[in-house]
């Protein structure tokens, strides 16, 4: 059903830039010792790539790149046969990059990945000390 996306009460998707179209996150292991830690340090020596962390506590890796469907529009091409995992995107409502960050932590260099280890209270991981 088309959308206008001008009312302010018209579904968030209407008025969105389809964040959640331009990067695909896959959920990792927390890391639990320093070879965990050099995985995702190899993972953010890659070009638009980050790692993520959830309200949940959840880690994720994020590759920056679009979907092969968005349209130059900003539309899926697809919307009709769009896999499911778009179709529960956004449930429950306000879980979507539109209405707020998904992460609450997001690490795109080395440097803040380990900046981030210096000042928080994640629990010692062996061999932390050479970060």
């Known amino acids: 059903m088309p959308t206008d996306s001008s009312k302010p009460d018209s579904p ?21 010792d ?20 959830d309200a949940d506590g959840d880690w994720y890796v994020a590759f ?14 697809r ?20 209405t707020g960050d998904l992460f609450v932590d997001t690490f795109s260099t080395l440097e803040s990945l380990d900046n981030w280890f210096r000042m928080t209270t994640f629990p010692a991981i062996a061999g932390d000390d050479a970060m």
Do not use: F
């Open 12 to 32: 968030p998707c209407a008025r969105c830039d389809a964040a959640c179209c331009r990067y695909m996150a896959i959920e990792i292991d927390r890391p639990q």
């Open 79 to 98: 919307y009709e046969h769009r896999p499911e995992l778009c179709r529960e995107h956004g449930e429950p409502p306000g879980d979507c990059e539109y």
């Open 34 to 53: 320093e070879r965990d830690l050099d995985d995702i340090r190899w993972y953010l020596l890659h070009r638009d790539v980050s790692v993520c962390i």
């Open 64 to 77: 920056q790149t679009p979907c092969e469907a968005l349209g130059d529009d900003g539309r899926c091409s």
